[in-house]
């Protein structure tokens, strides 16, 4: 199984970033995935996930600013972010049951 997830970068406060994970070996068209993400000394955690219906659950802290996505055909799951606070801040990573992607950091700072 593999997970590669790009697109994490430095943003200004109020901006956008968009994150994508490429998967592989595994049903992705079956599969549940997920965007979890650690800030600085805390826990990892959910930030939504997006079932093979494409419901959709986010966390209240991502809930109006972030957006999940998945585009089977191509084995990609996409998280949309909006509206960035500092406190969004974190390594990102890309999940799927027990299999994690490798992370990727997104940074907002002025």
């Known amino acids: 199984v593999q997970l590669q997830a790009f697109g994490g970068g430095l943003v200004q406060p109020g901006g956008s970033l968009s994150l994508s994970c490429k998967a592989s070996?595994?049903?992705?068209?079956?599969?549940?995935m997920g965007w979890y993400r650690q800030p600085p000394g805390k826990e990892r955690e959910l930030v939504a996930s997006i079932a093979s219906s494409g419901i959709a659950i986010y966390a209240d802290s991502a809930k109006g600013r972030f957006s999940i996505s998945r585009d089977n055909v191509w084995r990609t799951v996409y998280l949309q972010m909006n509206g960035l606070k500092l406190e969004d801040t974190a390594v990102y990573y890309c999940n799927t049951r027990e299999w994690w992607g490798r992370g990727t950091l997104v940074t907002v700072s002025s």
């Open positions: 070996g595994f049903n992705f068209r079956l599969s549940v």
